[in-house]
């Protein structure tokens, strides 16, 4: 008898990051590293559940921006470039290590690349999305999207035509790549307000998610808290995260990741190789980075690493999968026992999909092995939010979650404060700049029209989240601020070009248009 359900929920992306100028951008690398490390072992795994007929249901979003970099044929060449690097990197490291102790997960990594780099351009045809559209109609993965560059939406909420664009052209995409709406939409960082629920349901959408506090806070009180979901005001069926059952994959102190038999994280050869020996995976203008290629476990919390074990690796990640589903099971038991009368218990994991094989190297085959424990035993199945609203509808009635988010203090603290505030006078401003010019031109000559779509693009790409969250975390700030500053120089350039009465110039919008060329099919007018 099954008790009760979880939904895993995985959320995918990544900054817009194209730059057709340059070979060796860095930063381009955020997506070759996402794709080695856990797009596509992901793939791999569903389809070995899917071979073994084992049953299992995943939720992953994927946000548009990382969509449009996942079907660009400029970075799938450089990708697939990316890849034979690694190759021939582990055939040198197999060399090198001849007769060291490291030579075994050196022949560890020979084999990954060259298994990985023939899922990618043979079995895949280097089409990632296809594969997982595939995987959707077989029934092992819902698909869903997110804002359109990442908008953290609550602090564009006094505009809202900016929160109605990022909504609506996500929709558009999704549906363009994969021929129906979404039914769930991950708003980003978790960041709900309400209000928000309205313009989700202008497109379709169905479900959303929110931190559990926007439950807990709710009004009126949600009686079973985050176990169910409740309907907005506006008719969106909203999901509360799970605490416990989230920062035990999560947290890399108190949670799986962190056991000593793990593969460590930061220690990369890229530190320690000549670049001579890196070759193409050495980091460009002798800069030190990552490689992916990392010999160490956790070990503790010290300096001193000792060698990867992959064997030991896979039977902890085996320990931790049993323990989970146990863990759930016992959650469910109790939360059943204590709500008579309602719905069975939903427990909502989600995570950054980027945790499972970039941080957490294990993460992929700890999926798997949850999926087959979890196929072994009746009390708890897993399940999408799609699902379980089809099975129970009603769920804990109309309530109206909080203004909330998953980041830093649980609002919006980590996306506005004394390292990134500057920023909002600059995207609030070029969003009225841009709702003035789409209520001005309503039926333009083509040419003035391809100039204002190119100046939607560069105030979409202006509101990513992710340049006031590299901020924030004093990461990348560099390239951030240089983004940022891009994007609302292009947008001011074409603004005050067509209020002059002239066109821009033809060989720079070009330019512009062949660096930001996501979202083919944006229309300006969505902003009027």
Known sequence: MTLGYVALVLHAHLPFVRHPDREDYLEE????????ECYLPLLETLEKLEADRIPFRLTLSFSPTLMAMLDDPLLRDRYEQHLEAAVELAEREVRLTEGWVEHNVARYYQHLMGWLHHLYVHRYGRDILTAFRRLEQAGYVEL???????????????????????IHVAADEFRRRFGHSPRGFWLPECGYYPGVDRYLKEVGVQYCFVESHGLFHARPAAPYGTLCHGWTPGGVAVFGRDQLSSKQVWSAKEG?????????????????????????????????TFTGFKYH????????????????????AIRHAAHFVHERSRQIAVARGMLPGAPPPLLVAPYDAELFGHWWHEGPYWIEQVARHAAGQAAVRFISPGEYLDRFPDGQGVLEPVYSSWGYQGYAEFWCDGSNHWMYRHIHGTGRQMIQL???????????????????REVLLAQASDWPFILRADTATGYARRRFQSHIGRFSRIRETLEAGRLPDPEWLAQVEQADNLFPHLDYAIYA
């Open 256 to 288: 799986y990741p962190g056991d000593p038999a793990y593969r460590d994280f930061y220690r990369d050869i890229g530190w320690d190789r000549d670049p001579e020996h890196l070759g193409r995976l050495a980091g460009p203008q002798g800069i030190r």
């Open 144 to 166: 869903i999207t997110c804002a359109a560059t990442h908008g953290f939406l609550p602090l564009l909420q006094h505009q809202p035509e900016l929160v109605r664009a990022q």
């Open 29 to 36: 690398r955020w997506l070759f590293e996402a794709i080695t």
């Open 297 to 316: 476990r956790v070990t503790g919390p010290t300096d001193y690493k000792e060698l990867y074990d992959r064997w030991a690796a896979e039977q902890t």
């Open 438 to 456: 789409a209520r001005k031109y309503r039926n333009p000559p083509p040419a003035v029209r391809r100039a204002l779509n190119q100046a939607a």
